[in-house]
């Protein structure tokens, strides 16, 4: 067998492959899209249906009768994710530019802590952020989600604003501070603007992470009906007898349509910071 041959073999395989695990992967969001479309009055057959016997948008219209404060768990979840978002911003970009373009005694290690910062998964640090939540009185507040939230999605932001920051030539900054400009100033009027890709992609990364974490944040965190996520009022629609299953389906599909659509839409820059490397000088 030739050598191109057995490449495209090989191309050929890989690519089946990756068909089968996208389709693997995708398989209970597709079974999720059928039950939120398929009239709830319906039985179920065994097996389960490819696709549906009859279609109706019902279900979502009636997720929302089921649970009236449907619209104020969304707007708590975007409160959420928008102050998780503007706050990661308003670290992350002037700690970026201390770590990209200062040299100072603890930058390396820093930079290696922002990286290992990422291991923490939330629940193994419920307890001491209820605790340091408590001591400053923020228990059932907005800002007690927004804060801890933030403590997961400041160091990947960190590391992709340090990423994107390094890819902007010295020399434009250097003429700026020759010609008076101040750090501060060179940050806002010349380095952000120029990084503008990159702070769209950081918002977007830290609202999806931050929307996808209210769910263990809220749990301790929240106590008032009022200022539930839409992730912890999905649990309305689950009673001591039974499940709605086909109007939870559709609270969920809204629930999770818009982070998704804004992952796809600024993908391509989140892939560009984490590929293009921090640690380089």
């Known amino acids: 067998m030739k050598m191109s041959t057995k490449k495209r073999v090989k191309k050929v395989t890989y690519q089946i492959l990756a068909l089968l695990l996208i389709a693997f992967l995708f398989l209970p969001i597709y079974q999720m899209l059928i039950t939120a479309l398929r009239p709830a009055d319906l039985p179920w057959p065994s097996p389960a249906p490819l696709l549906p016997e009859k279609v109706t948008l019902s279900n979502f219209f009636q997720a929302f009768r089921l649970v009236p404060r449907l619209p104020r768990y969304l707007l708590n979840s975007f409160i959420y994710g928008i102050g998780v978002s ?7 970009i002037p700690a970026g530019y201390s770590l990209a373009r200062f040299r100072y005694i603890l930058r390396k290690p820093l930079m290696i802590f ?9 629940i193994m640090l419920l307890v001491p952020i209820y605790v340091i939540m408590k001591s400053l009185g923020l228990i059932d507040t907005y800002l007690s989600v927004i804060l801890a939230g933030s403590i997961f999605t400041i160091p990947l932001s960190t ?3 340090v990423s994107y920051m390094q890819t902007i030539p010295r020399d434009i900054e250097e003429a700026a501070l020759i010609d008076g400009c101040s750090n501060y100033s060179v ?5 952000m603007p120029l990084i503008s890709p990159a702070i769209v992609a950081v918002f977007i990364y830290a609202f999806i992470t931050g929307w996808s974490q209210q769910f263990i944040l809220a749990l301790v965190l929240i106590k008032t009906d009022q200022l539930m996520p839409i992730t912890q009022g999905l649990y309305q629609f689950f009673s001591r007898s039974s499940v709605r299953w086909n109007e939870l389906m559709a609270a969920i599909l809204i629930s999770t349509l818009i982070p998704v659509f804004l ?8 892939i560009k910071g984490l590929t293009s490397g921090s640690l380089k000088e």
């Open 114 to 122: 922002v990286i290992y910062a990422n291991m923490f998964a939330p």
């Open 159 to 161: 590391w992709l604003m």
């Open 263 to 270: 992952f796809l839409a600024v993908q391509r820059y989140i």
């Open 86 to 92: 503007f706050l990661s911003l308003l670290i992350a």
């Open 187 to 191: 940050l806002t009027k010349i380095v």
